[in-house]
């Protein structure tokens, strides 16, 4: 009945840190409130007309698609130098850099029909993180990156339930994490499986089995292809690996088939999740793993001018309100992403005025739309300061009416029918940047300022700590310091509560600890994510794991923790430290004592075991002072962690070092914890067992 006590007092002085290290969790990391509202055509974003977005055209909603189909390819982990063709003809450096002769020749030779972008990626760079920015347009938060290894359904709104909505037709193929993330939303779909990144074809191959043939028919107005090869060559060799650059020109063949089968009104967009570091791995936030590629193609003019030298850097969230109203889409309801001017100049041959007009409308309809999501998300969470909400509502109040005056403009003068016929690509002549052109110009400046203050607003709650709560969690976790201190102190001032021969000072239970923390990074580990051993996963299964993420996730988990798990099990060893001591004391009197004291060294106490069963109630004290010092010990480094990171909340490396940190001495506490109850369970058993035949032995002697 004592050892129960003693392990329910110990857990429940867990639990006590449990709740602490909780609610500084929730106030710390950043976490985003999911809406499930949807858009549709028959809503629009906002109120005001929408003259210009041809909405009564045949296949419109909020506007009038410019493209009917889309085909994505998305190249897992394509960093943007694997595209970026090298300058001055000279060779590159690497193997593996601007491997995509395809793109290199389309940019040359039709610098109107295709463009390359800096792909920017938000942190954290996990495959299941990027496809929930790519297809709904908000921001993931650290809290979802756990969940990359057991992905769940996107409730929220996003471009494949609009699809399906609107009644278009999407197939997919690749990456079976589209599976968990849209299950039934695919009118086709071949999924492959994903986790096995030592098999570097079988989703490739099974995509291009299927592509081309799908690509000849009629039957999907979205084709999304999602190869797995870059990322698992770069996972299993490194980027600098022959192996690479064989998977590079893989692809690069693939794209070049790719285009000679594209319609005229299909837009081919090719585009990287994340980036990779030199070793391979992401999930961070150095800047090759943020920095992929984005590639938009049309065998029609797409822009209005050649690129710039240096490519632009777009981030990811602005593909969505982007492919949204090119496929005469509605923007899905959460997006904060500001639509790419470029793709709204109209036609090839469109007059500046309709170009300025067109980009003003799309402006116009993405700060209607996320004018409408902020205000829904500051009444669900109400966390939004009041003064930064005003004065983003009086900016968008503002552009608004400029946008009205500009349309009154039109409708009284004869350049509005010209302005009509320009927009459907009737207008022929030269146009000259008049001033309406240079006011609907102005007017999209400011919605772009608009939706960018948006992001930044939005941006401000998940960065600001809740005060509040951290003040809480750290009163929480110093009252659990003291009491554990206090009941220390009670343990060992009372004398029928002494631990008798068995006490452990707290020099050995500190350098037990500190030795586990210093096996942690001896055997290679770092409290970052991107240093985590994926391929432990694989130890044991070199074919893979099948379909379940369980396994290979608790083969990481204990190659990670192993140290935290084998020192807090082994805690109750410690125990045999004051034999240990009296033994080498015992050596030493014999080496420099002389007859006298050997004869008082014959009279040694009983052994260990005849002393227990003398005092077993000074063994579950013993028990009980040991958890408790361990605990405590484990406690002030969680606590170290929870000051730095508060501390240095604003510091720019706040999310790059001392969150990561954060998450992993939380998680290892855990893990410790548990395992420190494991091991005295066990110990309680095993002296359950050797206390019942001791028993038996004395019974059987007395007999």
């Known amino acids: 009945m004592l050892k129960a006590l003693v392990l329910l007092f110990l857990t429940w002085v867990c639990f006590l840190f449990y709740a602490g290290i909780a609610l500084f969790t929730s106030g710390f990391l950043l976490t985003r409130l999911e809406l499930t509202n949807h858009s549709n055509c028959q809503e629009l974003p906002g109120k005001g007309p929408l003259v210009g977005g041809g909405r009564g055209e045949p296949g419109a909603c909020w506007t009038a698609p410019r493209f009917s189909r889309a085909v994505v390819v998305l190249i897992d982990a394509l960093r943007f130098d694997f595209v970026q063709p090298w300058p001055g003809g000279l060779p590159a450096p690497q193997p593996f850099l601007g491997r995509l002769g395809s793109i290199h020749r389309l940019l040359e030779a039709q610098p109107q029909h295709a463009r390359l972008y800096r792909f920017l990626a938000d942190p954290p760079t996990t495959t299941m ?20 290894f057991a992905s769940y359904a996107i409730e929220e709104d996003n471009l494949i339930a609009q699809l399906n909505n609107t009644g278009k037709r999407v197939v997919f193929m690749g990456d079976d994490t589209w599976e968990g993330l849209f299950p039934g939303a695919f009118s086709q779909a071949f999924f492959f499986p994903s986790f096995n990144v030592k098999d570097l ?171 409408r999501f902020l205000h829904a998300y500051s009444l669900a969470a109400q966390d939004l300061p009041l003064e930064e909400l005003q004065r983003l509502q009086n900016l968008f109040s503002s552009a608004s009416s400029d946008y009205k005056r500009l349309l009154d403009q039109l409708k009284t003068d004869e350049i509005y029918r010209r302005m009509q016929a320009a927009l459907r690509g009737k207008l022929a002549g030269d146009g ?178 005849m002393r227990l069963r003398d005092a077993p109630h000074h063994f579950n004290t013993a028990l009980l002072q040991l958890g408790l010092k361990y605990l405590f010990i484990l406690g002030v480094q969680v606590l170290a962690c929870v000051l730095a990171a508060s501390i240095l909340r604003r510091h720019l490396m706040v999310w790059k070092v001392f969150a990561p940190k954060f998450i992993f001495e939380a998680v290892g506490f855990g893990v410790s914890s548990l395992a420190l109850l494991l091991g005295l369970a066990l110990v309680m058993w095993v002296d359950r067992a050797v206390g019942s035949w001791f028993k038996q032995l004395i019974l059987s002697q007395e007999r």
């Open 129 to 148: 993180q990027r496809l929930k920015a790519l297809t709904t347009g908000s921001l993931p938060t650290f809290i979802d990156a756990g969940s990359n």
């Open 201 to 371: 074809h079988t989703v490739d191959n099974g995509i291009l089995e299927h592509l081309y043939p799908t690509m000849d028919r009629d039957d999907w107005d979205l084709l999304i292809a999602h190869f797995l090869g870059v990322d698992h060559c770069g996972h299993k060799h490194g980027p600098h690996h022959p192996e690479m650059v064989k998977k590079l020109n893989q692809m690069d063949q693939m794209l070049q088939t790719l285009v000679e089968r594209l319609d005229n009104d299909t837009l081919l967009v090719v585009a990287g999740d994340h980036g990779m570091t030199e070793t391979g791995d992401h999930g961070g936030d150095s800047k090759p793993e943020v920095t992929a590629a984005l590639f938009l193609y049309s065998p029609l003019p797409l822009f209005p001018k050649a690129p710039l030298e240096d490519p632009e850097v777009v981030p990811q969230v602005n593909l969505v309100p982007t492919l949204a109203l090119l496929l005469g889409l509605p923007i899905p309801f959460g997006n904060i992403g500001e639509v790419m001017m470029d793709l709204f100049s109209g036609e090839g041959d469109a007059q500046p005025l309709a170009t300025s007009l067109a980009q003003a409308f799309a402006y116009h309809l993405n700060a209607q739309q996320v004018s």
């Open 432 to 609: 000259g940047q008049t001033p309406l052109a240079l006011a609907a110009y102005g007017l999209g400046s400011v919605y772009s300022a608009a939706v960018v203050t948006v992001l930044a607003l939005l941006a401000f709650p998940l960065l600001l700590l809740h005060t509040e709560r951290i003040s809480l969690a750290f009163l929480i976790l110093f009252l659990q310091s003291f009491l554990l201190l206090q009941l220390l102190a009670t343990a060992v001032g009372t004398p029928a509560r002494s631990p008798g021969p068995f006490s452990v000072p707290w020099l050995a239970i500190s350098a037990w600890a500190l030795t586990a923390t210093q096996t942690f990074y001896s055997t290679g580990h770092q409290p970052v994510f991107p240093a985590i051993h994926w391929n432990a996963a694989f130890v044991g299964f070199p074919e893979g794991h099948g379909s379940s993420p369980v396994l290979p996730a608790l083969l990481v988990g204990a190659n990670t923790f192993a140290s935290h798990l084998l020192f807090s099990v082994g805690c109750p060893l410690l125990l045999l430290w004051p034999f240990v001591c009296e033994g080498q004391c015992s050596m030493k009197k014999k080496s420099l004592a002389s007859g006298a004291e050997v004869e008082v060294e014959k009279e040694e106490e009983p052994l260990m075991e």
